[in-house]
């Protein structure tokens, strides 16, 4: 079936680190591809997304490629601040219905 | 613009009681949806409403029923609550119908079941 897998937090960071935040897919067809975010005591929210194959998801200094020939989709950012430390979660969907499905979450601290 | 609004925000029940999270969205989206939160398995999908007037079942239903209220409103409802149940429960909506589309979170309903 499809499925999200993300590498295991937390993840502890100085501030101005660079970040990568690995997330590998299963999937039939081809699916969007997404990352959230969820800061403390928050809803998620969306943080970028690709739709297909070589497109590059970007905001707030996070980039993500969609890798059909890897399956994956791994967050990355230059320079990290205090202000991203967070829970993130990779996300696939449109395959098959109306289901997205979340990865396990990566939390992520960063200190100053 | 309140977005997705839950209620409430912190509950604690008893085994066996019942009980009602509500949502509401004020952004005219058509899907609307009820996941659970666990600690290492992400968000799971509960059960969701494609559009006004229509629920589905998602990945862990059983213990749970749903109303689609109106466009604005989607309830959860746990009708004998187990301890198996304490999680966040997040609903979310979206414009449009099935899940290509991005997703609004409202902030949460932590609830325990004792």
């Known amino acids: 079936g499809n499925s999200v897998t993300q590498m295991e937090g937390p993840v502890t960071l100085s501030e101005e680190a660079f970040l990568t935040i690995n997330c590998t897919y299963t999937?039939?067809?081809?699916?969007?591809l997404f990352w959230y975010v969820q800061y403390p005591g928050e809803g998620l929210q969306l943080l970028l997304k690709a739709t297909k194959a070589d497109d590059k998801g970007s905001n707030k200094g996070f980039e993500a490629t969609y890798r059909k020939e890897t399956t994956s989709f791994h967050l990355e950012k230059g320079s990290v601040q205090v202000s991203d430390s967070a829970v993130y979660f990779c996300a696939l969907s449109g395959t098959g219905g109306f289901k997205t499905i979340f990865g396990a979450g990566t939390r992520l601290f960063v200190k100053a | 613009n309140a977005g997705v609004t839950q209620t409430p925000k912190f509950q604690v029940l008893k085994t066996g009681q019942s009980m009602t999270l509500q949502c509401a969205q004020d952004m005219n989206h058509n899907s609307m949806y009820w996941y659970r939160q666990d600690p290492g398995m992400g968000l799971r999908l509960i059960y969701y409403?494609?559009?006004?007037?229509?629920?589905d079942k998602g990945e862990v239903p059983n213990g749970y029923n749903v109303s689609r209220l109106n466009k604005r409103e989607f309830s959860l409802r746990l009708e004998s609550a187990a301890p198996s149940q304490t999680s966040v429960y997040f609903c979310a909506s979206s414009e449009l119908r099935g899940s290509l589309d991005e997703q609004f979170f409202g902030p949460g309903t932590r609830l325990t079941v004792l």
């Open positions: 999937a039939t067809g081809y699916p969007s």
């Open positions: 409403s494609a559009s006004e007037g229509t629920t």
